[in-house]
């Protein structure tokens, strides 16, 4: 029997279940050199796999306790599997501005200045083939699921565009309905251009919620409900926007305690510490996360962990920005859920999840010596952590009953020569690598380095002929 015969037999057998009901689609992954769980135990298997009914994990083993068959088998002899990574921050309509030249060496507040004015030209267009880019290259990277912080809309733009990416490549998504409405003129950083009325955020957010947001256990879709910052909107506007959120039950997110500069804004316009200012507006609880949090001091990482409030971590952002070295093994200490994020594509500019995995180690042994943080736990950041911080229970490990995305490394790449004592720190410690296979609830998304979903190279011809016109209107 060949293999398409054996598995064609066993796509038979499969579609009828113990007591005759009709079976979804089935997929066997066996024979990987190591999979590293993440489940309770934090077990890692030598020799094993794992067995998928439609989008969800029904078994993981070794290869000789798994079925011997599905109807899609994946023999992954010579790779590392690893649940799939989750990147809590990100501004994907960033990868059309990169490396901007007036950009390139401000920190935040001069950097947002320098941008903002380019952003104003974005299209609809420029959204939807922007989030494919970035998507191609998170999944690339081993993430399997993604939020995305829009918070410009410029010239008709809208999180519709964002989602129908998202929906195209085939990517675990949280989209975010971000916002700006105090401009220049109210005493805010953005020019008063691009921002919208607050009537209208709340009007949007809204529709988009109850037009898209899924609530339910592997959810390929979630609206979060996402102003843009404390010194980009209202007080008002962040309390109507916890108000609304909880009213669906749909998570928060924003930027808070970014640098030093941002820490003067929050004394000087609220008389407040930021962390002081996100318990006064609600912003805290087990569905808020914020991003960077680099400066939260001792009384706000105390209040993250009594409240379940997150944090997305993004190490590459932070020393682009020069914004400093967030506290991370404090925070953690603590009881705070911390994620990984790799932030937007002007401030990065990269969204390779594995180099933000091995930065996450780096930065935090440059601030707080070498055992601030291990190969393992930079990992547990980057997929449970993700997950604890998206308020996800589904996806992070692989266990049965979680949603079937994971990744998998070629770890006969010359990359990991020398490191196979320990596949698993290899992944971490050596040069950043991408990925064999990603699936995702089920799906093959990568296969053998490829994009199954989508053909990149015109994609990305048109995302560079659409980059250059933004920088020429911009100059
Ligand atoms: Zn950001």
Not at 20 to 26: M, S, V
Not at 44 to 54: K, R, T, V, W
Not at 378 to 387: H, S
Request: negative net charge.
């Amino acid at each position: 029997m060949t293999m398409e015969q054996q598995n064609g037999a066993a796509a038979q057998a499969g579609r009828q279940g113990a007591a005759g009901e009709p079976r979804g689609k089935t997929m066997l992954v066996r024979h990987a050199d190591v999979l590293v769980t993440m489940d309770g135990a934090r077990r890692e298997l030598s020799d094993a796999g794992l067995y998928i009914e439609d989008n969800r994990i029904v078994a993981v083993g070794p290869t000789a306790e798994l079925p011997q068959t599905a109807d899609e088998v994946l023999d992954l002899r010579g790779h590392l599997v690893i649940p799939g990574l989750v990147n809590t921050h990100h501004h994907m309509y960033q990868s059309l501005t990169r490396a901007i030249p007036a950009a390139q060496d401000a920190e935040l507040f001069g950097w947002l200045t320098s941008l903002y004015r380019v952003w104003a030209n974005l299209t609809p267009e420029m959204i939807e083939v922007s989030t494919l880019t970035a998507m191609a290259e998170l999944l690339l990277s081993g993430c399997t699921t993604s939020s995305d912080h829009l918070y410009i809309y410029p010239n008709g733009s809208r999180l519709d565009d964002s989602i129908a990416a998202a929906r195209r490549i085939g990517m675990r998504f949280h989209a975010s309905r971000g916002s700006m409405s105090v401009g220049q003129k109210d005493g805010g950083l953005p020019p008063d251009a691009v921002v919208e009325r607050e009537a209208d955020i709340l009007k949007d957010t809204q529709r988009l919620i109850e037009t898209y947001h899924d609530d339910g256990r592997y959810a390929m879709l979630r609206v979060v409900v996402a102003p843009c910052s404390p010194f980009s909107v209202s007080r008002e506007l962040m309390r109507e926007s916890a108000a609304l959120a909880r009213q669906y039950g749909v998570s928060l997110h924003t930027h808070l305690a970014e640098n030093v500069s941002d820490i003067a804004y929050s004394r000087e316009k609220f008389g407040m510490t930021p962390a002081e200012y996100a318990e006064d507006l609600g912003w805290v609880g087990r569905d808020v996360w914020h991003a960077h949090c680099v400066q939260l001091d001792e009384p706000g990482i105390a209040l993250f962990a009594r409240t379940g409030t997150g944090v997305a971590h993004c190490p590459c952002s932070n020393m682009r920005l020069a914004s400093g070295i967030a506290p991370v093994r404090k925070m953690r200490l603590a009881g705070v859920p911390v994620g990984l994020g790799v932030d937007g594509s002007a401030s990065n500019d990269g969204a390779q999840m594995v180099a933000e995995v091995r930065q996450a180690l780096l930065l935090q042994r440059v601030g707080f010596g070498p055992d601030a943080m291990t190969a393992r736990e930079a990992l547990e950041i980057a997929t449970l952590g993700g997950a604890t911080v998206l308020n996800r229970d589904d996806i992070g490990a692989l266990a049965p009953g979680m949603a079937a995305d994971f990744a998998a490394f070629d770890l006969r790449q010359p990359l990991f020569a020398g490191a196979l004592h320990d596949p698993v720190a290899a992944l971490v410690f050596c040069a950043p690598s991408q990925v064999a296979y990603s699936v995702i609830g089920g799906k093959v998304v990568v296969r053998e380095g490829r994009l199954t979903t989508l053909d990149l190279g015109p994609v990305i011809e048109r995302h560079n002929r659409l980059a250059k016109v933004l920088f020429e209107a911009a100059r």
